[in-house]
């Protein structure tokens, strides 16, 4: 069974840090790219990152562009979402997502973890 | 960005009738070379993570219900549940994968 669990998520203040995991099992994780989406709380769906299966490939959105960065460890199965400079508009429940071949829609989710920025 | 509209914001349904979702894009998610339409239907419930129905605007994802079902070409698209059970009280999001970023609708909560 494809398991996604994030984790990290926290109270931070405006311009802090945070990193986020997301644990990856039931699938061979190397052969997937991966993605987070994240969701303001009572909006809708944004998608901000995205990772090729090894790592070579990497994508932004503009929203969080050179404040985000998107790591992973394939030897570990675990993804990764180093968040700094957070913003007040950064609060939101974040997701990681398995990419269906690299082609941006998402056939598995996580649970999601919520980061939320404030003072 | 490719901005997708859906329409309408929310809708109720009586149990076991039709319900219509429709989804519009800002330009045509149709890829002429191998004829597929880039786009995809998530269902999200509350407190739940999104989980993906259709992709290729018609395609059933494995162990999806037959009444779920997607249609429309270009930049129209149409996600309809054909008797509308009460497990299916979701939001549900189009989403077009045709260029990057992946984009969303605004999504459009289906009710009893």
């Known amino acids: 069974e494809v398991q996604l669990v994030e984790s990290g998520g926290t109270l931070v203040q405006p311009g802090g840090s945070l990193r986020l995991s997301c644990a990856a099992s039931g699938f061979t994780f190397r052969s997937y790219a991966m993605n987070w989406v994240r969701q303001a709380p009572g909006k809708g769906l944004e998608w901000i990152s995205y990772?090729?299966?090894?790592?070579?490939?990497?994508y932004y959105a503009d929203s969080v562009r050179g404040r985000f960065t998107i790591s992973r460890d394939n030897a570990r199965n675990s993804l990764f979402l180093q968040m700094n400079s957070l913003r007040d508009e950064d609060t939101a429940v974040y997701y990681c997502?398995?990419?269906?071949?690299?082609?941006?829609?998402?056939?598995?989710w996580g649970q999601g973890t919520l980061v939320t920025v404030s003072s | 960005d490719i901005v997708m509209t859906q329409s309408p914001d929310s809708l109720a349904v009586s149990l076991g009738e039709r319900a219509t979702v429709n989804c519009k894009s800002s330009q045509s998610l149709l890829y002429r070379s191998n004829n597929k339409n880039y786009l995809a239907w998530y269902q999200q419930k509350p407190g739940q993570p999104p989980k993906l129905l259709i992709y290729w605007a018609s395609t059933r994802e494995s162990g999806v219900p037959d009444r779920f079902s997607g249609s429309g070409s270009g930049t129209d698209f149409t996600l309809t549940i054909s008797s509308l059970q009460a497990e299916d009280v979701a939001v549900y999001y189009c989403q077009q994968y045709y260029s990057r970023p992946p984009t969303f609708g605004g999504g459009t909560k289906v009710e009893i």
């Open positions: 997502a398995r990419d269906v071949t690299g082609l941006y829609f998402f056939d598995y």
């Open positions: 990772t090729s299966a090894s790592g070579s490939s990497i």
